[in-house]
């Protein structure tokens, strides 16, 4: 059972991990809340990197979890923004400390990592929450709706893309580099667009992977996996970490027998949102308002936050994040094969 925060006060949150995504949610979310929660410490190895967040906030800054702890101060939930390794011990050591956790996806890097925190926060009653953008996106939300309300007609197929240039400080520590799938751009990528095709699609079987290479230079940094779901749909994703990216890129399709929708994700402005086209649109129709994808980053904290005071669980849970790695560490399993399918509850059980 999750027990709730006793009390009114405001949600008394530790920011663990002061890198690339730690800055961006920092300076997003945290630096803008207007109650209910608030940061009291962030902690991140790196000295430098935890100044500039703590500076923003005027707050203590510590090198470790333990540091901080030592040093006094009150904490309930952290929020976890380090590199992926790290996700499991550091989720664990808050839930043995009694602290609400908040992780970046992925969940973990393998199987075994992932139950040990569901595990750890079964016994500490306390609500585990994964900062997973796409089930909070209006656009991605909007399209699931249209699909429950026979818009398409009967869904024939779902598609995703990622295609974008890995620089600046994602590129920063090297880890986000190769395939896959301990890392890189399987896991980072996989487990996002897991998420947003098992949001529209229900739980997927079966995956297969293969590497695509540049013509004439033999580098593999492309990935195309397809997808089985128990339903019988399929869905095909490509990720690229080295292709030409598009301001608003059309990250999600719902192919149906009676229309179709695409789902534009938009990092830079706000001219991302779902559209719906069919017999009587021909030339289209918004069926979600304008927004940017780092709004989802604030869903994502004050869903969190409302999970810990009502007790609820929150929109995307561990079991969530776990359905999600176990399709990516299975397509791990079919790539590393040649591209043959792989059972993903086989991966999930393993």
């Not at 006060?9 to 209910?36: F, P, Q």
């Not at 991140?44 to 935890?50: F, I, K, T």
């Not at 994040?321 to 397509?331: F, K, N």
């Amino acid at each position: 059972m999750i027990v709730p925060p006793q009390g009114s006060g405001a949600v008394r949150v530790a920011l663990v991990g002061c890198g690339a995504i730690g800055e961006l949610v920092a300076r997003h979310v945290y630096a803008t809340a207007s109650g209910g929660f608030g940061l009291v410490a962030v902690i991140d190895p790196q000295a430098e990197r935890r100044q500039v967040v703590a500076d923003l906030f005027r707050v203590p800054a510590y090198p470790s979890i333990q540091a901080a702890v030592d040093d006094g101060v009150p904490i309930d939930a952290a929020d976890i923004r380090t590199p992926h390794a790290r996700h499991a011990d550091t989720a664990c050591d808050a839930l043995a400390r009694g602290w609400h956790v908040l992780v970046e996806k992925p969940l973990a890097t393998t199987g075994a990592d992932g139950e040990r925190i569901r595990r750890a926060a079964a016994e500490a009653g306390r609500v585990v929450a994964v900062a997973e953008n796409y089930p909070h996106i209006a656009a991605v939300r909007a399209a699931r709706e249209a699909i429950s309300s026979g818009a398409v007609g009967d869904v024939l197929a779902l598609r995703s893309t990622r295609l974008f240039t890995l620089d600046g400080v994602w590129l920063r520590d090297g880890w986000r580099r190769g395939l896959g799938p301990s890392g890189g751009l399987l896991l980072d990528q996989g487990t996002h667009h897991t998420s947003l095709l098992r949001y529209l699609g229900g739980p997927v079987e079966r995956v297969s992977a293969v590497a695509s290479s540049a013509a004439g230079t033999g580098r593999a940094d492309t990935l195309l996996l397809t997808l089985w779901f128990a339903s019988g749909l399929a869905a095909q994703s490509l990720y690229s970490w080295t292709a030409f990216p598009l301001a608003a890129e059309a990250e999600g399709a719902v192919i149906g027998s009676r229309g179709r929708i695409e789902i534009r994700v938009d990092y830079d402005t706000d001219q991302g949102g779902a559209a719906l086209w069919d017999e009587q649109n021909p030339a289209g129709r918004a069926i979600s308002g304008p927004e940017n994808y780092y709004d989802s980053h604030r869903s994502i904290v004050e869903d969190w936050v409302s999970a810990i005071r009502s007790g609820r669980p929150p929109v995307v849970s561990v079991d969530d994040g776990l359905a999600d790695l176990a399709v990516v560490l299975a397509a791990g399993r079919s790539l590393a094969a040649g591209g043959v399918p792989v059972d993903v509850t086989e991966e999930s059980r393993g």
